[in-house]
């Protein structure tokens, strides 16, 4: 049965990262439940070639004309709807993906602040044991960065940062986006073919 996977896209640079998981996510056939912040709409708009339109509706058209799904598999929420699935352990789902995950992001969850549906997401999957994964994209980090972080590790969440490698000889920018995105789903147990395992050929 294909899983049901929370990706929320939040302010930090790297926003190449979230739209390519949402891509490779909803290819293999998993239902993705999208939060996007206000400032992940700016990022989105000033590094990348998409012009994400303005409004709910709006952008739930433009993601299910750009990034084809099937009926129902891609659902986009707005930052207050909390009477959405992921705003309730009982309705949470599979896993949940932060990427890119933003300082700010990383310290309202250390926290256990709920101000708006991407910080109550992870709180829901925090405390009912389901995977989160957080895809930092900073550099340097502070001290206050890296409490946070072992923090959240000790609290369940994987730290999974945008470092790609290059022992596989990237050739684009692609390649380099999915070296991590092949390693988040490698930690959702989904099946990708855009790295080989080590070893493998």
Same mark, same amino acid.
């Given at each position: 049965?294909a ?7 939040t302010?930090?640079s ?5 739209l ?8 293999s056939?998993c239902?993705?439940?999208? /939060? =996007?912040?206000? &400032?992940?709409? %700016?990022?989105?708009?000033r590094e990348t070639?998409?012009? $994400?339109?303005e409004?709910? !509706?709006e ?9 084809p ?7 986009l929420?707005?930052r ?11 309705g ?8 890119p995950a933003s300082?700010?992001?990383l ?9 708006? /549906? =991407?910080?109550? &997401?992870?709180? %829901?999957?925090?405390?009912e044991?389901?995977?989160?994964? $957080?895809?930092?994209?900073? !550099? ?6 890296l ?5 959240l590790?000790?609290m369940?969440?994987?730290?999974l940062?945008a ?5 596989q000889?990237p ?12 390693r988040?789903?490698?930690?959702l147990g989904?099946?990708?073919s ?8």
């Open positions: 049965m899983k049901t996977i929370t990706l929320a896209i302010g930090a790297g926003a190449q990262y979230g390519r998981l949402l891509q490779v996510l909803l290819g056939g239902q993705v439940y999208l /939060l =996007i912040s206000k &400032a992940a709409e %700016v990022v989105i708009r070639i998409y012009d $994400l339109p409004g709910l !509706a952008q739930q058209a433009w993601f299910a004309k750009t990034f799904s099937g009926p129902g598999q891609l659902r929420f707005d207050e709807d909390w009477f959405s699935p992921v705003a309730s352990g009982s949470a789902p599979d896993a949940m993906v932060i990427c300082g700010g992001t310290s309202a969850l250390a926290c256990g602040a709920s101000n708006n /549906l =991407i910080e109550r &997401a992870g709180d %829901v999957a925090l405390k044991r389901r995977k989160l994964i $957080l895809v930092p994209r900073e !550099a340097p980090y502070s001290q206050v960065h409490e946070n972080m072992l923090k590790t000790q369940g969440a994987v730290i940062p470092s790609p490698g290059f022992y000889n050739k684009s920018i692609e390649d380099l986006v999915d070296f991590v995105v092949a988040i789903m490698d930690q989904i099946s990708q855009l790295l080989p395992p080590w070893g493998g050929q």
